[in-house]
């Protein structure tokens, strides 16, 4: 049987009412904006998303974050992150349409993909982005046939680490679709082609290992290897992209971002990295704690010693992550976000898929009825 909502797994400003035990976000009752609004519905609490902003900034120090924008984007967001002194990450030419429609300064902007195409990278050259991270030699082949010039780029660098995360959010490994192998020798050689390329002027080399981490000697592991690299390339710049674990279910704890500051601070010293500036992109921990999805209940469909259902007016569109990772999420009722939940049942989504479960087994109040506001943290 398990008891209530774990109260750190809602944003900062959320608060239970005393008499009616209804949450609200930013002083604004969940049940109410769900009535205006409609459902499924994206709740930010603005409060925890500056919040979140500020202490990364404070760790690595103002110019070295950019926010990873495929956490969560639209134009609000990309503001938000601009004001609090963040840089902006997109890796498609609508999030970069995003990102300079919010009114981000171009300079901060940096455009990432293992696959650009010609016109997302005259998009990116003609705006003025900062920094493009280059993923491959038909990246560079294309920048050379667009004519670019002295544009500032990173090489993306697989270090051959495999970071303690899902296999599909793994991405510093030997066999990855993105970057430059450092085993195979494939980021030295870029590193000599684009110092000889007058289309880009080589700045930095990258790296980002994987997403939701929660061991940090994975970034260690591949600081150790960036070393030579690093090294021979003499640049100013090393960025070791996101990563950082959040917390989505009872049990699970979070390094801070000064803690991830300190174990990368010091790896870089131990194994004497020399660039100036030890850049990060954070991503869902900057945004998914900030958010509470609300849906509305709508069939109750209870199978007598097979499983219940409990079928809610969203689904694998609105979060595709169970379906893509099996990930774990926590339900409960806003109405009553205390009370405890000795109820076992499947929370699905309405699309025509058998897959489409938002939280398999999930623990839910006894009384939860058709009509009810569910949401996920
Ligand atoms: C996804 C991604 C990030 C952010 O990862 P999080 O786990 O959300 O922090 C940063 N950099 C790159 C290149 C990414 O692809």
Redesign the pocket.
């Known amino acids: 049987m398990a008891g209530p909502l774990p109260r750190h797994l809602l944003p900062l400003t959320a608060r239970i009412d005393d008499a009616t035990g209804r949450l609200s976000v930013g002083a604004c009752d969940l049940l109410d904006l769900a009535a205006e609004h409609g459902t499924p519905l994206f709740v930010y609490d603005e409060t925890h998303l500056r919040e979140r902003c500020r202490e990364a900034v404070a760790a690595f120090g103002p110019g070295n974050v950019s926010y990873?924008s495929?956490?969560f984007l639209c134009k609000a967001m990309a503001a938000l992150v601009h004001e609090e002194g963040l840089g902006i990450?997109v890796?498609t030419g609508g999030e970069l349409h995003v990102a300079l429609a919010a009114g981000t300064h171009p300079s901060r902007i940096v455009l990432?993909g293992n696959n650009k195409s010609v016109d997302e990278l005259r998009m990116a050259i003609d705006a003025g982005i900062g920094r493009i991270?280059v993923d491959s030699d038909h990246e560079l082949d294309r920048l050379e046939q667009i004519g670019a010039s002295g544009t500032k780029v990173l090489l993306r660098v697989t270090p051959g680490v495999e970071a303690h995360t899902h296999e599909y959010?793994m991405?510093g490994q030997d066999d990855s679709k993105f970057g430059f192998g450092l085993a195979s020798g494939a980021a030295a050689a870029a590193v000599e082609r684009a110092q000889k390329s007058s289309a880009v002027e080589l700045v930095g080399i990258h790296a980002?290992i994987g997403?939701?981490v929660f061991l940090l000697d994975g970034f260690t592991k591949a600081l150790e290897k960036l070393q030579p690299l690093v090294a021979d390339a003499g640049v100013p710049e090393l960025s070791i992209?996101?990563?950082?674990g959040v917390a989505y279910v009872e049990g699970e704890e979070t390094p801070t971002f000064a803690e991830w500051h300190g174990v990368l601070s010091r790896a870089a010293a131990d194994v004497g990295i020399t660039a100036d500036t030890l850049h990060v992109?954070?991503?869902?921990?900057i945004a998914a704690a900030a958010a509470i999805t609300l849906y509305t209940v709508g069939t109750i469909k209870d199978l007598p010693g097979i499983r219940t259902y409990v079928s809610v007016d969203g689904g694998m569109s609105d979060n595709p992550r169970p379906v893509l990772y099996g990930s774990g999420y926590e339900a409960f009722l806003p109405r009553a976000t205390s009370a405890e939940r000795p109820t076992t049942a499947t929370i699905v989504g309405k699309h025509c898929e058998s897959g489409d479960v938002l939280v398999r087994d999930a623990a839910l109040p006894a009384d939860i009825a058709v009509g009810d506001v569910l949401a996920t943290p």
């Open positions: 990873a495929k956490a990450d890796s990432h991270v959010v991405t980002h997403s939701n992209g996101g990563g950082l992109e954070p991503g869902r921990s």
